[in-house]
């Protein structure tokens, strides 16, 4: 069982460079894949970004690909979200998953099914 505690959002301006991070608890974090959704008032919760689980492998939706990168720390059980060029359909909450049992180190994951377990979501409200 790991638990995850996103942080980092907020109110933020267009255009602004937030970043988010997604802090598991346990010491089994460089065993999870991980990733990034959102979910926009009124919309299913979609795919943001995800990271393999030794950090070598990275893919991003095309809404915020080239705009936002995910990276991860195993050693401080973070993976992090950066945030630029933000969007005013960039308004979600944001969550982070871990998904378990990865046989590959390389593996990652774009389907929110496919994860194990979320953290809460933070809010990224974007104003113009």
């Known amino acids: 069982q790991v638990q995850l505690v996103e942080s980092g959002g907020g109110l933020v301006q267009a255009g602004g460079s937030p970043r988010l991070s997604c802090e598991a608890s346990?010491?089994?974090?460089?065993?999870?894949?991980m990733g990034w959704f959102r979910q926009a008032p009124g919309k299913e919760r979609e795919f943001a970004a995800a990271?393999?689980?030794?950090?070598?492998?990275?893919r991003y939706a095309d809404s915020v690909k080239g705009r936002f990168t995910i990276s991860r720390d195993n050693a401080k059980n973070t993976v992090y979200l950066q945030m630029n060029s933000l969007k005013l359909e960039d308004t979600a909450v944001y969550y982070c998953?871990?998904?378990?049992?990865?046989?590959?180190?390389?593996?990652?994951?774009?389907?929110?099914?496919?994860?194990?377990?979320w953290g809460q979501g933070t809010q990224v409200t974007v104003s113009s």
């Open positions: 990271i393999s689980r030794n950090g070598g492998n990275t």
């Open positions: 998953a871990a998904k378990k049992g990865s046989s590959s180190m390389f593996a990652i994951f774009t389907i929110s099914s496919q994860y194990d377990y």
């Open positions: 346990g010491r089994t974090f460089s065993s999870y894949a």
